[in-house]
């Protein structure tokens, strides 16, 4: 799942280079560049979620139940506090994705991946109910596992994507 | 009989219109050239690997050259090797033939991508529309710009530049007997080669899927010698000479307060469309319709009574004409020479 | 967990030991236990009859196609049914059968020809039926309701974009590659982790049937092909079409070449990955109808693996036309003839085998004579295509029309008719009728080249492709008349097929376990499988484990019976690792493609349904994944 995922993900970035060099001058004129103070910030817990996915993955090995429960509950209050934030920068922004090209591509990839971590997160939560009311076999241990290593992947990929949609037009766009 | 059959086989291979293998110009004969070096070694490689394949076939009830196979099913080691000899071999020279021919396909490419010779070059900008060809022939000049449609003329001898574009959807410029194809792309600008080195028509077609009429989007390139080209590039620059018989400027009043000037323009009026043809010299033009009808008067009635019956979903609009104005408003579009 | 693995001389079946697999692997009858099926034999055989059926309608499309074009100015079709035909022809058979029914085949044979009882993820299995058949019915259903595609199958916008093609059916078309992408990726993802985890013991990877080694490499180029195409299709195209993005809009910075590449970059690999498992089922047969196993096995897994790399290194010979810069087209000239080279190989190390086997010309030797003939030509004409001045010329028109054809029928088709003869006994337990297959062979091989060939020159005299008509001066009317004739021809050479199929089925000889006395392992399960597929599961010692002494193979022991187990073993020599157990019948597969059907079928009319799928499909998700008794598997 992870390389198919991250061969997307590649894909989306190749996807922003090429259009951007098709135009002189990008993002377009009129468009605000995307604020990078709130996502730099949002990095914070993104970041720091990792912490707690890593707590329960190593007490899932050890089959320490209650050593899984917190460490997923890090991992979501985290990622939660993290979500807020890029709630908040959504609204900043000043242009969708139907303003041009390069509105299109930056919500693609912002959106494709919100919608994974929110995805990862409601699994993390289900998995968290399941190991708190006792549910927690070889199986689920394995998920909690798993789960972790999908998150790892999902904060991982956000890095360069997170160069490339903000600090991208800095670099190469256009003189402004 | 005999006679018959030839003759059919003359007149099937008499093909068309528009064949590659009717090469009329330097790019296309060297392409066919190419094409029938391809065709040889490629034709001769499908009879070996044919023979290859049919001849064990062939032997297998005789039983010649068959060891018996041991219990698991395998031949011996000397065989095995000299097999294995063999696929090497074959493979070895695969690799080179397939060389070989990247770069006779390398050279040629660069050969028909553009002439040595460029100065003497005439540049003409196509733009691809649903379902018509827009023709410019470009100058620095801009009183000496020949705006016409559906048809180019060219120069004998002489390279011509087709630069393309298209207005909507993606279409591509094909003329066989001159070229390759080039696609005409929005917002990109292509370039293409022709180049014709005997007078005559030479028809071409839309290659790129576009829409619902794409099969009646055909052009027709015209090569004379260059006097006559010139002469005739001359008179494309002229506005149309007003109509001087009454029934022809009743023909021509007819059209300009009809709903035609808002797509056509015809030089010397006040038609100044700029969404369909050009028609200054719609009559001096071999086709109707981007290729789809021989160009005369029965033809024309029929296009413009009903466009939707001939080439259906065609965006030219149905005008209404009158009766009594039909044969005036045919009178004065032969005048457009 | 620990197995002890011996040898056994003259293993007896154990009558309990049978007993306890059949109830364990036993499908229950019933509407409820239909659809929770996670058996994949049951799985296999589903694919293969639905791509089936989409084969017939495909061909159905043709014949019109051909009926329209037999005549100048032929006035059966109009120009937008035509654009719907040829549309609906080209996705219907490159989406909807050619993928799936190699797919099928995989997935029905692999864990058979592996030992092993079921593939990796039993239940992503019967998911990933669930979406293709859901693909299928959108673009069916639409046509029901008249909303048919008109873009042709790669659907090039601008044309394909708002501007120019209004309506739903564009968008139906793009949403249906969805369903299609998602269903192989899940058939890829499985067919890996079976092919590298769950082969008997000692089948290290150097005794692997061939046409495993194919679905390996095949599934990994799904994996890294397909994201292309759902960005290009759902991302792009869609979205530029429903909610005004502009990823392939010239007006506001879009490239419509973007579309092409990302298009083309699936759109090569995916005739390779409909090609390489045709090849694999090639090997299978050849070497058995040999008598031999088949020459230069490191060659030929070289070359499939190579084969799937170059594959995307050629893209843009697609685009050869669209005035991209000449030194980067070049490149791509020589990776296209290089794959020639890949090509080549594997059919000197074929000729090599019929040269030194003991033929015995079934009808599946027929089929795959005929791949030889037909693929080549295919294959040199593609080579001539390669070229970028002859491309040019050709590009677009009826020679590229004969030489896709060409490499897709012959290449892929006939060895999957040759499968289909091979691999009967085995799937329905009786012998299809040779004679009547012959026939059938002939006929198709007669009427194919009747109504391709003549297409190569129709394309060299101009003939250019998704034309409704032509004037009859263009003097293309006698080779479309020939075409169509063919055509004709291989529609009647289906029939005698079906029939043959039908009437073994009822009245074809019982078929034993090896008929063709071959030596994949798949020739000892009976025929048919029973769902568990070996009474005991093998223990391998060499490539051909029947084609070895009985008294030299062995049996694993140890194994529990009385639930769904299987071995997992290691990666490269198939050492025992540990046991599993796969789940059984689960009706959350079909509720989840359900819930995501109903969503992604939705999205075609708003956005918004996007939501609605992924909560519909969450909830199937948690079902799925419920923790269920017990929670720990017990030794």
Known sequence: MCLIEGSLFCMLIAIYFYLRLGVDVWPPPGVQLPDVFLPTIALIPLIASCAGSYWASDAAKRGDRNGMILGMTLNLVLAIIFLVFRAFEWKSLNFTWASDAHGSIFWAILFLHTYDVIADLLMTAVLTFAVVTGRAGQKQRIGVHVDSVIWYFLVGIWLPLYVVLYWGPHFAGAPR | MKRAVLGSLAASTAFAQQSALDAAGPNAYRIKLLGAVFLVLLGLIFLIVIALALIPLARRHRGIEQEPLEQRNQPSQLTERKLAGSVGAATVITVLILFGLVIISVVAGKTVSGPSNRANALVIEITGNQWWWAVRYANDDASRIAVTANELHIPVGRPVMIRGTSNDVIHSFWVPSLQGKRDLIPSHVTTDWIQADRPGRFRGQCAEFCGLQHAHMALWVVAEPAEQFEAWLTHQLQAAIPPSEPVKQRGQQVFLNSGCVLCHAIQGTTAAGQVGPDLTHFASRLTIAAGTLANNKGNLAGWIADPQNIKAGTHMATIPVKSEDVQPLLEYMETLQ | ????????????????????????????????????????????????????????????????????????????????????????????????????????????????????????????????????????????????????????????????????????????????????????????????????????????????????????????????????????????????????????????????????????????????????????????????????????????????????????????????????????????????????????????????????????????????????????????????????????????????????????????????????????????????????????????????????????????????????????????????????????????????????????????????????????????????????????????????????????????????????????????????????????????????????????VGSVAAFYWYYIASVLGMIGLIGWFWPRQPLDIKP
């Open chain 3, 1 to 600: 967990m620990s197995t002890l693995v011996t040898s056994v001389k003259a293993p007896a079946i154990d009558a309990s030991q049978r007993e306890q697999l059949e109830s364990a692997w036993r499908n229950k009858p019933g509407i409820a236990e239909w659809f929770s099926v996670t058996t994949h034999q049951a799985i296999g055989k589903r694919y293969i009859v639905t791509a089936f059926i989409f084969l017939l309608l495909g061909g159905i499309e043709a014949l019109f196609m051909r009926l329209q074009l037999a005549a100048p100015e032929n006035t059966l079709l109009g120009p937008v049914r035509y654009n719907q035909m040829f549309t609906m022809h080209g996705t219907t058979m490159m989406f909807l059968f050619a993928v799936p029914v190699m797919e099928g085949m995989g997935v029905y044979l692999v864990p058979l020809m592996l030992g092993t009882r079921n593939v990796a993820f039993p239940r992503l299995n019967a998911f990933g039926y669930w979406i293709y058949l859901a693909g299928g019915l959108l673009l069916y259903g639409a046509a029901l309701t008249n909303t048919l595609p008109d873009a042709g199958w790669f659907a090039y916008p601008p044309l394909s974009g708002p501007n120019f093609s209004p309506g739903k059916g564009v968008d139906v078309w793009a949403q249906m590659i969805t369903f299609t992408e998602i269903s192989a990726m899940c058939v890829a993802v499985e067919l890996i982790v079976t092919i590298l985890r769950m082969r008997a013991p000692g089948m290290s990877l150097n005794r692997m049937p061939m046409f495993c080694w194919s679905m390996l490499v095949q599934s990994f180029m799904i994996i890294f092909a397909m994201p292309a195409v759902m960005v290009a299709s759902t991302v792009f195209l869609l979205n530029d079409r429903t909610i005004g993005t502009h990823f392939v809009n010239p007006a506001e910075g879009g490239d419509p070449l973007l579309y092409q590449h990302l298009f083309w970059f699936f759109g090569h690999p995916e005739v390779y990955i409909i090609f390489l498992p045709a090849l694999g089922m090639i090997s299978s047969i050849l070497e058995t109808h040999s008598r031999r196993g088949v020459f230069g096995y490191p060659a030929l897994v070289l070359s499939l693996v190579g084969n799937g790399f170059v594959a995307f290194g050629l893209w843009v010979h697609h685009m050869f036309a669209t005035g991209l810069p000449q030194i980067g087209e070049a490149y791509f000239t020589a990776a296209s003839m290089m794959i020639a080279i890949t090509s080549g190989v594997q059919i000197f190390c074929w000729l090599a085998t019929l040269w030194t086997g003991r033929l015995q010309l079934t009808a599946a030797m027929h089929f795959i004579f005929g791949f030889i003939f037909i693929f080549v030509i295919g294959g040199m004409t593609g080579v001539m295509l390669a070229s970028i001045p002859l491309d040019l010329q050709v590009h677009d028109t009826y020679f590229v029309v004969a030489h896709f054809h060409y490499v897709l029928i012959g290449g892929a088709l006939f060895p999957l008719f040759g499968a289909f003869h091979y691999w009967f006994p085995k799937f329905t337990g009786r012998m299809i009728d040779e004679k009547l297959g012959k026939i059938a062979f002939w006929i198709l091989f007669f009427g194919f080249n009747l109504t391709f060939f003549p297409m190569h020159i129709a394309g060299l005299h101009g003939m250019t492709r998704r034309i409704y008509t032509y004037a009859a001066e263009m003097g293309w009317g006698q080779t479309n008349l020939l075409a169509t004739a063919g055509a004709i021809t291989i529609a009647f050479g289906g029939v005698i097929f079906i029939v043959n199929v039908l009437r073994s089925l009822s009245r074809g000889a019982r078929a034993d376990t090896n008929p063709w006395e071959a030596g994949t392992l798949e020739w000892a399960a009976d025929s048919p499988p029973a769902n568990y597929n070996f009474v005991n599961l093998p223990l391998i010692t060499a490539r051909y484990p029947l084609w070895t002494e009985r008294s030299e193979r062995g049996i694993v022991v140890g194994m529990r019976n009385d639930r769904r187990e299987v071995l997992i073993t290691t990666l490269m020599d198939a050492e025992p690792h540990h046991r599993s157990v796969l789940p059984g019948s689960s009706i959350w597969p079909f509720l989840t493609a359900l819930g995501f059907s109903i969503g992604l």
